[in-house]
Nanobody
């Protein structure tokens, strides 16, 4: 099992930036991918971005492409989400998650295929 702790959320004005961090501990050596998801009140949890541990390949939701960047520091077992040009519709609780085994890229966007989740960090973007 992997333990995940997110941080970096907060209140920011539209157009601003935030950087989220997610520190992993435990059985991190077996992690295939790490992803970021978000969930707004009354909505389903949705994919934001994912990063493949060994290849460094990254995947993004269309809604954040060009504004968000996922990166990772394997030595620190940390994944980051740099968010720029934030919009009020980006307001949500942001979660990081790990996927233990290789799966086709389609599954990187599907929450049920992730194994461990953090507790989330709130991001609020004011207009």
């Amino acid at each position: 099992q992997v333990q995940l702790v997110e941080s970096g959320g907060g209140l920011v004005q539209a157009g601003g930036s935030l950087r989220l961090s997610c520190v992993a501990s435990g059985r991190t050596f077996s992690t295939y991918a790490m992803g970021w998801f978000r969930q707004a009140p009354g909505k389903e949890r949705e994919f934001v971005a994912a990063s493949i541990r060994n290849s460094g390949s990254s995947y993004y939701a269309d809604s954040v492409k060009g504004r968000f960047t996922i990166s990772r520091d394997n030595a620190k077992n940390t994944v980051y989400l740099q968010m720029s040009s934030l919009k009020p519709e980006d307001t949500a609780v942001y979660y990081c998650a790990t996927m233990d085994y290789y799966r086709d890229s389609y599954y990187l966007r599907q929450p049920p295929f992730y194994n461990d989740w953090g507790q989330g960090t709130q991001v609020t973007v004011s207009s």
